[in-house]
């Protein structure tokens, strides 16, 4: 699950094309199957959303929530695909951009009817 917060005041197509570089991060980075899309993209008026002053209107801070299990070599390639393509495609600095992980365990996830992921084939593998 993903977190996206911006300034507001983006395009519709800027905004598209932030979401969709987001999520083929996650799928070339982790391995997340295409159709796994949750993103949820928050504007927030430039007067309620304080960022440092080294930071500029592009600022984009991302939160992503995932099983836990990834590797930390598999989150920094993570990072990196997403800074490098929000960079070029968007040309939004690395310093706007703040990315951050929260992975909770297996069992602190209640999905398909109320069982937790451990008990749960999810057809793709957690462990990257």
């Given at each position: 699950?993903?977190?996206?917060?911006?300034?507001?005041?983006?395009?519709?197509?800027?905004?598209?094309?932030l979401?969709d570089?987001?999520?083929?991060?996650?799928?070339?980075?982790?391995?997340?199957?295409?159709?796994?899309?949750?993103?949820r993209?928050?504007?927030?008026?430039?007067?309620?959303f304080?960022?440092?002053?080294?930071?500029?209107?592009n600022?984009?801070?991302i939160e992503?929530?995932?099983?836990?299990?990834?590797?930390?070599?598999?989150?920094?390639?993570?990072?990196?695909?997403i800074?490098?393509?929000?960079?070029?495609?968007?040309?939004?600095?690395?310093?706007?951009?703040?990315?951050?992980?929260?992975?909770?365990?297996?069992?602190?996830w209640?999905?398909?009817?109320?069982?937790?992921?451990?008990?749960?084939?999810?057809?793709?593998k957690?462990?990257?």
């Amino acid at each position: 699950m993903v977190k996206i917060e911006i300034i507001e005041g983006k395009s519709v197509e800027y905004k598209k094309k932030l979401l969709d570089i987001i999520h083929n991060a996650l799928v070339k980075s982790i391995k997340i199957p295409d159709y796994d899309r949750i993103q949820r993209l928050y504007e927030l008026k430039k007067e309620n959303f304080e960022i440092s002053p080294d930071k500029t209107i592009n600022f984009t801070l991302i939160e992503i929530i995932m099983f836990k299990g990834r590797s930390n070599e598999a989150k920094k390639n993570l990072y990196q695909e997403i800074v490098k393509n929000l960079s070029e495609k968007l040309n939004i600095k690395g310093n706007d951009i703040i990315i951050v992980i929260i992975d909770p365990p297996l069992y602190n996830w209640g999905i398909r009817g109320g069982r937790t992921v451990d008990e749960v084939d999810l057809g793709f593998k957690i462990e990257v």
